[in-house]
């Protein structure tokens, strides 16, 4: 149980459009949802939090009109990279937990690349 | 905030060797939760282990179990009778054990990279 997946699992796409990826419990009711990147070699950088319903939470220095998160089931949450740039390139993965859960469940991550 | 500190970047062991893993993290909360994630080369996050503060017991998940030290403010993992299919980057992780905001985030480490040799 407790199944988290993503897709695409690779994008390539040119810079100034847009590219979502979707995120989705198969098995469970994801009340929260948190998206990272990552870049080679580093740890997770964890960049938003979402509730099921609400606006998504930001961490500090993520830019949120660039980066738009909408969780609006309990099943699926997509993170949506507008006006890509190169600099946007990166690992990004998802996680979810459900109600009153502790532990979150991975995605098996989205690569991104802006040409 | 908290922060977690892996200060091995690489660690190297023999197939059915043991191997530790340390991990220090820094907190003022008295109930929180504690991991360990396994990256293998796949990038897929595969959750290893789980320790929860008020627990006293060390957490066991088969060949893998946890020193966990509360004062200390350490976590360390010990992996027994390592095998191939170990080689992973290990991050260890906190949790606030509140459930109110975004207290549900996980603090990583920066991780430590295994390799289990022949």
């Known amino acids: 149980g407790a199944v988290v997946s993503q897709h695409p699992s690779w994008v390539i796409c040119k810079s100034g459009t847009s590219v979502k990826i979707e995120c989705r419990s198969l098995?469970?009711?994801?009340?929260?949802m948190f998206w990272y990147r990552q870049f080679p070699k580093q740890s997770l950088m964890l960049m938003a939090t979402?509730?099921?319903?609400?606006?998504?939470?930001?961490e500090q220095g993520v830019e949120k009109d660039k980066f738009l998160i909408n969780h609006a089931s309990l099943t699926l949450s997509t993170l949506t990279v507008t006006s890509a740039h190169p600099e946007d390139s990166s690992f990004y993965i998802c996680s979810a937990t459900g109600t009153g859960g502790v532990v979150q469940y991975f995605g098996p991550g989205t690569r991104l690349t802006v040409t | 905030a908290q922060t977690v500190t892996q200060s091995q970047p690489e660690m190297s062991v023999q197939e059915a060797e043991t191997v530790t893993l340390s991990c220090t993290y820094d907190?003022?909360?008295?109930?929180?939760?504690l991991f360990w994630y396994k990256q293998p080369p796949s990038r897929q996050m595969i959750l290893v282990i789980r320790q929860e503060a008020y627990k006293q017991q060390n957490a066991t998940e088969n060949r893998f179990s946890v020193n966990f030290q509360k004062a200390a403010k350490s976590f360390s993992l010990k992996i027994s009778d390592s095998q191939l299919g170990d080689a992973a980057m290990y991050f260890c992780?906190?949790?606030?054990?509140?459930?109110?905001?975004?207290?549900?985030?996980?603090?990583f480490g920066t991780g430590t990279r295994l390799q289990v040799t022949l």
């Open positions: 979402s509730n099921e319903g609400s606006k998504a939470t930001y």
């Open positions: 992780a906190y949790r606030s054990a509140r459930n109110t905001g975004t207290a549900s985030k996980l603090t």
């Open positions: 098995d469970f009711q994801a009340t929260t």
């Open positions: 907190t003022s909360e008295s109930d929180y939760y």
